[in-house]
């Protein structure tokens, strides 16, 4: 199976209005090397390890799950919970979970 990761990362970037360098740049790399690296992991040649991703889901202002996610509507559903503070997100769960009953 093909990792979502990729696909992900470029929609996220480019809704976040970064190019690969200026992400790259803000994650603190190389500017030399900034842009072919990025590239690199949009294209999936290379993927970034768990703490580099969680770097680039904070700069990007997503949860890092969206980048992992293997169905689409889930990595919605979780680009949207990840919208919302704390006790909103309790309330959702709970609100979930009574209507399984």
Same mark, same amino acid.
């Given at each position: 199976m093909e990792s979502p990761?990729?696909?992900r990362l470029k929609e996220a !970037?480019?809704?976040?209005?970064?190019?690969?360098?200026?992400? @790259?740049?803000a994650l603190g790399m190389e500017p030399n090397t900034?842009?072919? !690296?990025?590239?690199?992991?949009?294209?999936?040649?290379?993927?970034p390890d768990f703490t580099t991703m969680k770097r680039i889901?904070?700069?990007? @202002?997503?949860?890092?799950?969206?980048?992992?996610?293997e169905?689409?509507?889930?990595?919605?559903?979780?680009?949207?919970?990840?919208k919302l503070n704390?006790?909103?997100?309790e309330q959702k769960l709970k609100d979930l979970k009574s209507s399984e009953k």
């Open positions: 990761t990729p696909l !970037r480019k809704a976040a209005g970064y190019t690969q360098q200026k992400l @790259g740049l900034a842009s072919a !690296r990025m590239n690199q992991y949009e294209k999936g040649k290379h993927a889901a904070d700069e990007l @202002g997503v949860p890092v799950a969206y980048f992992y996610c169905e689409d509507v889930l990595a919605e559903l979780i680009l949207e919970l990840g704390k006790s909103e997100l």
